[in-house]
């Protein structure tokens, strides 16, 4: 057994439910750089050491793995079912059956109920896994209320039924989520946004502050292992920021450990993802220890550089022009 994070002085969040969650959880996403068994085992590892969140998707084509693993740590007494959050998110092609995706999830997890279940993304557009960057599906179309809202409102179903404790919702922006959120019956508990010191989403995090959303920050560290596809060449690396790198100068520590201190400490909830023990210790047992100096946390304000990552444009509709227009 390896070495275990003190998880009482992990900071913790509370949504408006009632419900309290970790400030940082593990990501599960393992790209083409990982694959299930090397997640899920990660996902072993991670709960012995103390994590208690985990952000799982049915997208990410492991959930079922993951769900052997979980029945391995409930059925070790390593945690039980109750002392951990687990989200999971229905995928574009899932919005007019969300029911059945989150049975799917279910099952697959092996659990009776998700703890925060998200619209992955707000519009129905599909794409194959791992397809090239330019491909565009004819079915594409802009985002629409009344559809947004039809998926929403099968989401307030699962709550409604016990199948989820709370719902979410993931890549909006400050104005879509002004046009859906006085129509939902029961209201986003919290908020999956891309966040990092190069793109810091103030204007929405401060939107989602202020709403009582609770904000997830998702490629924490500037997601380093995305394949290639999802790259361009205006991309910033935030572990060779300045600032970043100035501050794990300060502190003896990696520069990716910077980037999950700074969304701690700024109240975000960072979900870092890594299959390395040693990696995922650290990006846990960060938050326990060695806070970055309010000098320091201004310095990495000042950091943005407006970088989106994950552009999405594998969701464009036929005929629209860029990636921005998602964004909108
Ligand atoms: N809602 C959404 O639409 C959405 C979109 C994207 C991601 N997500 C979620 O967010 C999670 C995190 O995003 P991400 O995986 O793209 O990016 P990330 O967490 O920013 O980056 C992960 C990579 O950072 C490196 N790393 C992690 N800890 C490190 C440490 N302590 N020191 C040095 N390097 C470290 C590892 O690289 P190496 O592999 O090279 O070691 C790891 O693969 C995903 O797993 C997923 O759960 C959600």
């Known amino acids: 057994m390896g070495e275990r994070v003190d998880i009482s002085k992990v900071p913790v969040r509370k949504l408006y439910t009632g419900a309290v969650m970790p400030a940082v959880g593990l990501g599960t996403f393992g790209s083409d750089k990982y694959t299930s068994e090397q997640v899920s085992e990660a996902v072993f590892g991670a709960v012995s050491a103390g994590y208690r969140m985990l952000d799982c998707a049915s997208v990410y084509q492991n959930e079922d793995q993951i769900g052997k693993v979980l029945d391995r740590l409930f059925s070790e007494k390593i945690v039980s079912r109750e002392e951990l959050f687990i989200t999971s998110k229905v995928w574009n092609d899932q919005h007019r059956e969300v029911k059945k995706a989150c049975k799917k999830s279910l099952s697959d997890l092996k659990l009776s109920y998700i703890d925060l279940y998200f619209v992955h993304w707000p519009f129905p557009n599909y794409h194959a896994p791992g397809c090239d960057g330019d491909s565009r599906n004819p079915d594409s179309k802009p985002f629409s209320v009344d559809e947004f809202m039809d998926t929403w409102r099968q989401c307030e179903e699962l ?31 919290a908020l999956e946004m891309e966040c990092h010191p190069s793109f810091q989403q103030q204007e929405l995090f401060g939107y989602a502050i202020s709403h009582r959303i609770v904000p997830i920050g998702f490629c924490p560290i500037g997601s380093p292992s995305r394949p290639e596809r999802d790259r361009t060449a205006e991309d910033v690396a935030d572990t060779e920021l300045e600032e970043v790198v100035a501050v794990a100068k300060n502190h003896n520590i990696h520069p990716a450990v910077v980037c999950l201190k700074w969304a701690v400490q700024r109240g975000l909830c960072p979900i870092p993802f890594s299959v390395k023990e040693s990696q995922y210790i650290s990006n846990l047992k960060c938050t326990t220890e060695d806070p970055l100096t309010d000098e320091e946390m201004l310095l990495l ?28």
Request: a positive charge; hydrophobic letters at 40%.
């Open 159 to 189: 709550v409604d039924e016990g199948l989820v404790k709370a719902i979410g919702m993931s890549n909006m922006t400050v104005s879509k989520l002004e046009k859906v959120l006085p129509l939902c019956r029961i209201k986003p508990a």
């Open 301 to 328: 304000s000042k950091a943005d550089k407006n970088c989106r990552l994950v552009k999405g444009q594998v969701f464009l509709w036929p005929g629209a022009e860029d990636w921005t227009q998602l964004w909108d």
